[in-house]
């Protein structure tokens, strides 16, 4: 779950890292007034869960409150990477003598958080990463030691800093690991961190809280803006519906239990010469009702013009598979060929179900793509 | 993991395992399977249902009851993801080894925590989100589908489940049968890597070729393709890798299946192990032909 920049610097305000005055406006009415309030010159910022707001016009300076009402006419209500601007960030204009860039992701080889950190910030890090990887410090942290004074000392020195200034950013360091992990954060940035004549100011953030901890952070469940902007309209029925489904491209419909499992369908289609609509995982021990679900949204997808489903009999049973298959051709009264390979616990009951109404079954998943690939070709 | 015939094993018939969570409708289920298999379940433990009886497997408040009472050496974890943590740690503390880890969906954070205890202390964790190990014939501590497996030669090692039975099906037919399977996990996260099992699998006698079943997300394909390439693990080896056909950015079902930027990706993962010198099977059957091929 993602949280807008205010919401993320609400946050780091909260644990001591400095930030810049500034004032939420929802309309060119507010952003006027914060501007008087704070005094001018400010930046007027579309807050966006989407990347890459600067270069899509986002981010906006004012030179007086008039100025900030004009701008704001200009931000709020209107598209930005298609998604309608509601709220705008006001803010002081820094004056910035430097930029860095910090961030705490999780290292999944290593089981640990790392912080990131360049002297090179203000710019797209994976572009860092990529054309400069030797720019950017990478410090594991140790999980069960935290992140001590003195591993922040050690990244303020390596980013070129001394005297009061090191002091400064280390204490910074260990507060943003401190956000991190106290918010479950896969992502926590500041980028860029501002180096001022008053000091390091957070400029920008970013606060990507981990799905599976969301039961710890209601208030934040209830404050966010997350409406999976990055789903398609159909990715957000079926995440509605309790269904994980991706769409693809493709004319044929793809359920599968087991994300390995269901993956691999995919692939072996498009190995055969098809095109996956959509991947749809049933998870584990998946009763007739959930099948049934599923199968129904799949078919319901009109670029669908034939639908496989792969499941592998453990703690799903393919009697129960049969039995949601058939109910939904029922409900949804439809005609496109359903193509079956099931295997495991139930297997004999779950195929004379499916027999019994004309529903082919295969023993392979190569077999049963390929004869997918081929009804959806209408052959 | 204990020293068994100078072998360090993960599971056999001297395992003596004990549930946690099994008072609920999953741990319920998979102990009677367990049971069914001939795994030794030695005991049972939810806090507060201590005293109850689960199809004739003792129950206890803690885990140091139950290992103290009856000398168990392992434990399966069915708690729901919020309770895992403590579970786990506490399984951690009690001395057994390994901790599989059934549950899915917990924190991010929470997993980085009981696997830094478990490396600082030498526990093996598996999982979490995994199915389990199995070593067809003496034990089976997880949730895959017992028919689909017989004795045999070829070691398995897999990120996900269900695409793992599937290849652990063609391998049974095909006359082969297994040694000894371990699903590392769907997270992003997990305690073991592929890394770990296959030196496991170097060593053991009874393994005589490896399946490798990876998928989409981080670089744990990539690290054993350099291991193997430095001569780490010398045994026939093919692999199959799910997720060519999946998008950027999209996360395919398991937290940890994600193509994030150009890393990840199926053909990088694919190209890595190819060029060790692990055969690529572009269907899961292949894997099979594979090595049986290699084996001929």
């Known amino acids: 779950m993602k949280l807008l920049e205010y919401q993320a610097k609400q946050i780091f305000a909260k644990y001591g890292i400095p930030t810049p005055k500034s004032k939420l406006a929802e309309s060119p009415n507010e952003a006027q007034d914060a501007a008087r309030e704070m005094g001018t010159p400010v930046v007027i910022k579309a807050q966006l869960l989407v990347g890459g707001r600067g270069k899509a016009g986002g981010i906006v300076f004012a030179d007086d409150p008039a100025d900030a009402f004009k701008v704001a006419s200009g931000l709020l209500g209107k598209k930005i990477k298609d998604i309608e601007v509601r709220k705008a960030l006001v803010e002081e204009k820094l004056d910035i003598k430097d930029e860095i860039y910090l961030g705490i992701i999780v290292d999944r080889q290593r089981g640990?958080?790392?912080?990131?950190?360049?002297?090179?910030?203000?710019v797209d890090i994976e572009e860092v990463a990529r054309v400069a990887p030797e720019k950017i410090i990478r410090f594991p942290v140790d999980p069960l030691l935290g992140l001590k004074t003195y591993h922040g000392l050690r990244i303020a020195r390596q980013l070129g800093y001394s005297g009061s200034e090191m002091q400064a950013l280390a204490s910074l360091i260990t507060k943003l690991y401190r956000v991190a992990v106290e918010t479950d954060a896969e992502l926590t940035e500041i980028n860029p961190l501002a180096v001022t004549d008053k000091g390091f100011i957070a400029a920008d953030a970013r606060l990507n809280v981990d799905n599976n901890a969301l039961f710890r952070h209601r208030d934040l469940v209830e404050a966010s803006e997350d409406r999976g902007g990055e789903f398609s309209e159909r990715e957000m029925e079926a995440k509605e519906k309790g269904l994980t489904y991706v769409e693809l491209d493709g004319n044929i419909g793809v359920i599968g239990n087991g994300a390995g499992l269901t993956m691999a369908t995919i692939d072996t289609v498009t190995l055969k010469g098809g095109r996956p609509a959509n991947f749809l995982d049933l998870g584990g021990g998946a009763t007739p009702e959930r099948i049934e679900k599923a199968v129904t949204f799949v078919l319901s997808d009109s670029r669908v013009d034939a639908l496989l489903v792969n499941i592998l009999g453990g703690i799903t049973r393919c009697d129960d598979t049969a039995k949601g298959i058939i109910q939904a051709r029922e409900h949804t009264r439809t005609e496109k060929p359903i193509v079956v390979r099931m295997m495991g616990t139930n297997e004999d009951e779950g195929k004379q179900l499916l027999a019994e109404l004309g529903i082919d079954t295969l023993d392979t998943m190569e077999e049963a793509a390929e004869r997918a690939v081929a009804l959806a070709r209408g052959e | 993991m204990r020293e068994v015939n100078n072998v360090t094993r993960f599971v056999n018939k001297s395992t003596r395992a004990l549930v946690q969570g099994i008072t609920g409708t999953q741990g319920r289920f998979h102990t009677e399977l367990m049971l069914e298999y001939g795994t030794q379940i030695v005991a049972g433990v939810t806090p507060g249902k201590g005293g109850e009886i689960v199809h004739g497997v003792p129950v206890y408040d803690t885990v140091e009851e139950a290992r103290v009472e009856l000398n168990a050496n392992a434990s399966i974890i069915y708690v729901p993801a919020r309770f895992a943590l403590d579970a786990v740690l506490e399984a951690i503390e009690a001395d057994l080894d390994p901790v599989v880890v059934i549950t899915e969906g917990i924190p991010v954070r929470d997993t980085?925590?009981?696997?830094?205890?478990?490396?600082?202390?030498?526990?093996?964790?598996?999982?979490?989100?995994?199915?389990?190990?199995?070593?067809?014939?003496?034990?089976?501590?997880?949730?895959?589908?017992?028919?689909i497996f017989r004795e045999g030669s070829i070691g398995i090692v897999s990120r996900s489940g269900t695409l793992f039975y599937e290849i652990a099906a063609h391998v049974s037919r095909i006359g082969l049968g297994q040694s000894t399977c371990v699903g590392l996990g769907g997270d992003p996260v997990v305690g073991l890597s592929f890394i770990d099992v296959l030196?496991?699998?170097?060593?053991?006698?009874?393994?005589?070729?490896?399946?490798?079943?990876?998928?989409?997300?981080?670089?744990?394909?990539?690290?054993?393709?350099?291991?193997?390439?430095?001569?780490?693990?010398?045994?026939?080896?093919?692999?199959?890798i799910a997720g060519r056909a999946a998008v950027a950015g999209k996360r395919m079902g398991h937290?940890?299946?994600?193509?994030?930027?150009?890393?990840?990706?199926?053909?990088?993962?694919?190209?890595?192990?190819?060029?060790?010198?692990?055969?690529?099977?572009?269907?899961?059957?292949?894997?099979?032909?594979?090595?049986?091929?290699?084996?001929?």
Do not use: H
């Open chain 2, 199 to 240: 030196k496991w699998f170097e060593e053991d006698d009874e393994t005589e070729a490896v399946a490798i079943i990876g998928e989409i997300g981080g670089d744990a394909e990539e690290r054993a393709a350099r291991f193997i390439a430095d001569g780490g693990f010398t045994k026939p080896a093919a692999a199959y």
């Open chain 2, 112 to 147: 980085i925590e009981m696997v830094a205890r478990a490396k600082a202390k030498g526990t093996t964790i598996v999982g979490p989100n995994c199915p389990g190990l199995i070593k067809p014939g003496e034990c089976k501590l997880g949730i895959m589908p017992a028919q």
């Open chain 1, 112 to 122: 640990t958080y790392v912080v990131l950190a360049s002297a090179e910030g203000g």
């Open chain 2, 255 to 296: 937290a940890g299946a994600i193509i994030e930027g150009s890393s990840g990706t199926a053909e990088g993962k694919m190209k890595a192990l190819g060029e060790a010198g692990v055969s690529i099977g572009d269907q899961p059957v292949r894997v099979a032909e594979i090595l049986k091929d290699r084996l001929a």
